[in-house]
């Protein structure tokens, strides 16, 4: 039993006291959600006093004033709603004041009361916790931030790749162009080589037979001038005899008679 009880007390104190405060009289109550609050190291944490007006009056404003651990005075105004409940919110993070405060109410110049509150370190369970979490943050962070580089890389791969093919392909297609350009280029060269050739042949053709015809014209020519030059001189020689034989008849008419008697 004695060992429980110290265990009970033991587990008291391990326990932050974190209970909520609350104080009221006939003006209202003011009320605030902690009595202990661990300083923020990450983002702003609101720190919400409320509380509740029994007879909320028209424009009428409260206060909160707020001693700090060093003895310096903070706070500010509020305003009831309808059903006279009213918030006032204040900040903590890592430059808060650790130790404690107070906090002091009045409405319309009328004291509602005060609460306390503590503002302490931040337990190394807390700051093991945030490490791991960080940790396991940053390795996430690290890891998408591997992700995006390794996507961007692999869309400036597959751009780049493709690129390249559409290079290649324009390449591919200009060297396809360029070869039956060049065929064609080949293909008339080779038309136009052809088309000489026959012409050249057709112009040797037409020399030679020109050279033929003149060559037999020529021997023609020749073989008509002697015809003519026999024919002249045996015209000449015919024309001679008849000269002759008119010159002397008889020795004419003796050779003929000799030729037709010898032994007469």
């Known amino acids: 039993m004695k060992f429980l009880m110290i265990f009970i007390i033991f587990l ?21 959600e902690k009595s202990e609050y661990e300083i923020s190291f990450e ?25 700090q651990p060093d003895g310096t005075i903070t706070g500010g105004i509020f305003e009831t709603t309808d059903d ?15 130790g404690d405060y107070v906090i ?18 931040m337990s190394v369970e807390s700051i ?26 692999k869309a400036i791969a597959k751009a780049e790749a493709e690129e390249k093919a559409k290079i290649l392909a324009e390449e591919k297609a200009i060297a396809k162009a360029e070869a039956e350009e060049k065929a064609k280029i080949l293909a ?4 136009i080589a052809k088309a000489e050739a026959e012409e050249k042949a057709k112009i040797l053709a037409e020399e030679k037979a020109m050279i033929e015809q003149n060559k ?19 015209i000449g ?24 008697n010898p032994y007469d």
Do not use: C, W
């Open 237 to 260: 020689v015919i024309i001679k005899g008849k000269k002759i034989n008119q010159k002397y008849p008889d020795e004419n008419y003796i050779v003929d008679r000799v030729k037709r």
């Open 128 to 153: 093991k916790e945030i490490r791991e979490r960080d940790g396991i943050e940053k390795a996430k962070i690290l890891a998408e931030e591997k992700a995006k580089i390794l996507a961007e890389e």
């Open 84 to 98: 006279g409940s009213f918030e006032y919110f204040l900040k903590l993070n890592n430059e808060s004041q650790v």
């Open 188 to 191: 008339e060269e080779k038309a």
């Open 216 to 234: 037999t014209s020529s021997v023609n020519t020749v073989a008509k001038i002697i015809l003519l030059i026999i024919g002249i001189i045996i």
């Open 104 to 121: 002091f109410g009045t409405y319309s110049n009328n004291i509602i009361g005060k609460l306390t509150f503590s503002i302490i370190p």
């Open 43 to 67: 983002s702003d944490e609101l720190i919400r006093i409320y509380g509740l007006i029994n007879s909320p009056i028209h424009d009428a404003k409260g206060h909160i004033q707020i001693e």
């Open 12 to 32: 008291i104190l391990l326990v932050p006291h974190s209970f909520s405060e609350s104080i009221s009289n006939e003006i209202g109550s003011l009320n605030i």
